[in-house]
């Protein structure tokens, strides 16, 4: 009945476990034999639904890099402090070394 439940879960759109759970307590869907123990053993035997992943995880804030553009222009044969800032980005599956 575990793999019944996850099929009717992707059936009805993937929604979140709490809002699959109350379908059946509500009887929303007639002559369903799925028991809340069915939909808590799927949950239990498979993995996270990656369609419901998708849709309802938020990007994390990423840290910012902090660019100086105040910088005494100064002849080459001097000591400078530098500051490079250098990151990977990821386009398209190609990786890109990006520098300032």
Do not use: W
């Amino acid at each position: 009945m575990a793999e019944y439940a996850r099929n009717i879960y992707h059936t009805i759109g993937h929604p979140s476990a709490h809002d699959f759970i109350i379908f059946f307590e509500n009887n929303v869907l007639i002559n369903c034999p799925i028991t809340r123990r069915d939909i808590d053993n799927s949950n239990n035997i498979f993995v996270p639904d990656l369609g419901s992943l998708k849709g309802k995880t938020t990007r994390s804030s990423l840290v910012h890099v902090k660019i100086y553009t105040n910088y005494d222009h100064q002849p080459m044969n001097k000591n400078l402090n530098l500051l490079l800032v250098i990151d990977i980005m990821l386009l398209s599956g190609i990786l890109f070394l990006v520098t300032i």
